[in-house]
């Protein structure tokens, strides 16, 4: 099971105030609750009105492998080699819109601006509702973070696990993902491409997330054949394409 | 116990439960005030047992709670309090699941964030020897398999 939460955004800054307002009913009980991650905590399912909504009231939807299926090859129908791209982009729009309402529901839970809060634990906050919601466990290397660039590794795509072995990346909504929220975060362009993928046989997917100019050297030697570990080891010496 | 109440209502609904389907239910009857008990020695020591557990891992290494200059001695009392209160309502309730799912996965991950893992692995060691110390010997067993889970997950 995967779910997808439409993003909406709160003006107010009151903590206690903003949980009052949440109709997810845990929460209104335990607005300074943070280990709600339980799927049956986190998600409220109201029968009455028919719907699902996330613990910051954001609308869930359930779907099916089938559907994710349907996604990836009915795009792949529309707009042929370009669904990678097309994928990558909406990825990106929502990472972007996720970095937003994230940051309201950081400061207002920890009660803590972003900025001074610990980069790591950050991201584990961020993270945890997708975990959460189906699309995978997550690792993330940031020993290269001076460098420009890091490298998250996601266990359990929904993609590449629906999919199967297809013999190629596809998890460009997860690259787009990453690529639009750490923009977002830091407030510089980044990009992101996936290294390897569960759909190349490979147990994980990894992802290099960076500056532009990393991503071309990754994207470079990864059409000229260069596995993960090759771009990887290239990377952490510093190698960048000569142009 | 309650998800197991929960599954049983479902699945029983307008028929009898079998025998077997009830047998959780008297295991847990069975031990119920030897739950509470304990539930309510845990609660009325929270402090002591959090007190021995700070002087043990002092003992072990005295500054212990301190990252550079700055002394967290306050945040990972908190926190151990959380942990115990936690695990105390899982061995009450006989839902160990609950506990992995709602709380240590998460956990884990915000103690490995902040790279306490060395910290964490003393003090779950030490935390079910403090617990013990103020249960009697028919409800440690209640409480064993809560620590070793909350030990092996946290403390690995």
């Known amino acids: 099971m995967v779910s997808a939460a439409q993003a909406q955004s709160k003006g107010s800054t009151d903590a206690t105030a903003l949980a009052q307002s949440y109709r997810h009913r845990l929460h209104q009980v335990h607005p300074r609750r943070t280990n709600h991650y339980r799927l049956r905590d986190y998600l409220q399912f109201d029968n009455q009105r028919g719907d699902i909504t996330d613990w910051y009231n954001q609308r869930v939807t359930l779907v099916t492998e089938d559907f994710v299926i349907g996604l990836v090859e009915g795009l792949e129908e529309e707009v042929g080699s370009a669904s990678a791209l097309v994928m990558y982009r909406i990825g990106e729009e929502w990472g972007k819109r996720d970095a937003v309402v994230f940051k309201q529901h950081f400061e207002q839970e920890y009660q803590r601006e972003l900025r001074k809060a610990a980069l790591t634990f950050i991201l584990e906050a961020w993270w945890w509702p997708f975990t959460t919601q189906g699309w995978g466990n997550w690792e993330v290397d940031l020993t290269e973070q001076k460098n420009g660039f890091m490298f998250i590794n996601i266990f359990d795509s929904v993609v590449a696990r629906t999919l199967g072995d297809v013999g190629k990346p596809v998890c460009y909504i997860y690259a787009g993902l990453f690529a639009g929220f750490f923009t977002g975060l830091i407030q510089k362009p980044l990009g992101c491409i996936e290294l390897q993928c569960y759909a190349m046989g490979e147990t994980y997917c990894k992802f290099l997330v960076g500056k532009q100019d990393r991503i071309d050297a990754a994207a470079f030697w990864q059409n000229e054949g260069a596995t993960a570990r090759d771009i990887e080891k290239r990377l952490r010496q510093g190698e960048l394409v000569k142009r | ?156």
């Open chain 2, 1 to 156: 116990m309650l998800r197991q109440l929960e599954k049983l209502s479902l699945e029983a609904d307008g028929r009898y439960a079998r025998a077997e389907e009830l047998e959780f239910l008297k295991n847990y009857l069975a031990v119920a005030e030897q739950r509470i008990s304990a539930y309510e020695k845990i609660r009325d020591a929270e402090e002591k047992i959090l007190d021995q557990v700070e002087q043990q891992l002092r003992a072990k290494s005295p500054h212990i709670f301190r990252k550079g200059n700055q002394d967290y001695s306050a945040v990972c009392r908190r926190d151990r309090k959380h942990v115990l209160r936690l695990a105390a309502a899982a061995m009450l309730f006989a839902d160990l699941e609950a506990l992995r799912e709602g709380f240590l996965l998460w956990y884990r991950t915000i103690i490995k964030a902040f790279r306490d893992e060395k910290v964490a692995q003393v003090t779950y060691q030490v935390l079910p020897q403090a617990v013990n110390q103020v249960l009697d010997g028919e409800e440690v067993p209640l409480m064993q398999p809560v620590m070793a889970l909350t030990q092996s997950i946290l403390g690995e």
